[in-house]
């Protein structure tokens, strides 16, 4: 038997998992270790002819588990809702009144015992309009035999940034411990910034203005860009989304077109902490997420299932699922140490953690 203690280079973890490599990530001016607990597959794919158009919000229905709820910066006229597989439209959503188009994401929530579906009426590229909303409504049921069509009446929280200025923003996440509504700006070629408000019911019409919570990462880890060549680093940010029990958080970015890669990031929340607090620590990128043109929608599910999608419009995204395959030994193990506790036997990678041999399915083969 040959045994071979192997560092997690980024070219070793591709040549087990055939994923494609994307550049190791410098954050906060460190450079960000590789989180391999999570796995990847295609579970469908969206039928753009029969559904919808340019996704760019995704969230799974907690009134009628087993459909995602999707909107589209294209329309910006109704959501509608699929299966995980996207081949037939199970409801179509509409609205009362004219509201504030240009969505860019969306989230689910509950408050008071009731789940909320949440949209982000707040893109704008050119960072001149100036007036921003999020939509909220209560989350209708799906019933596909006999409501494939519904009217509701929409709400609005208009709101205003602290600094005055306009931004242009593509990322909306609920937090269901404090009730709290984060939006994250997206911005090129510097840092992104994220923004709270408390969800109410209340507000009416009169804008609020937003919390400033912090910034991802620093201006120093972009480098910078000689002609034709990609700005490094974590900025345009596209979506994102806290797990239903609070604890996990996701935000994901796409990078320039002339640098196919892109990351999603994770935090683990510790007891007792808020979201603030918890993304100003370092994260981690996920090593199984791949670029997607133009990948603006990401949702949990729950807390080891999320999914994500993009809003091509030439041709039917695929949908993916992401699982996580192992243990919270593995997990803090991988975590806490430096990549170096993987282990070749007999051409079959493991992982070597303080309780034991696992298999990369997460399976304890010995201890």
Partial sequence: MKKFLL???VAAFCLSTGCTAAPALVY????????IAWVKKQCGTLDIKENIIEVSGIACSRVTPGYIWMQSDETSKYIIATDEQGAKRACKVK???SIRWDWEDMSG??????DYLFIGAFGDNNETDGEY???????PAIDPENTPELTVTPNQI???YPDGKKHNCEALMYDNIDQMIYIITKVYYN???VFSIPFRLDYGDEEQTLTYVCDLGVREDLGYSEKNQPYKGFHLVTGADISPDGKYILIKNHNNIVASYSWVLYWVRQDGESVAEAVQRQPQPLRCYNYEWQGEAICWLDDNTFYTTSDADDGNPPIYKYTRKWGEGVENTQADKKRNNLVLIDDVLYIQSKEGLYTLDGRLQSR
């Fill in 7 to 9: 560092s997690l280079s």
């Fill in 28 to 35: 906060n001016g460190d450079t960000l270790e590789w989180n």
């Fill in 95 to 97: 609205f009362s009144k």
């Fill in 109 to 114: 929530g509950v408050y008071e015992g009731k």
């Fill in 133 to 139: 909303s999020i939509i909220w409504f209560e989350e």
């Fill in 158 to 160: 208009k709101y205003v």
């Fill in 191 to 193: 840092v992104c910034q």
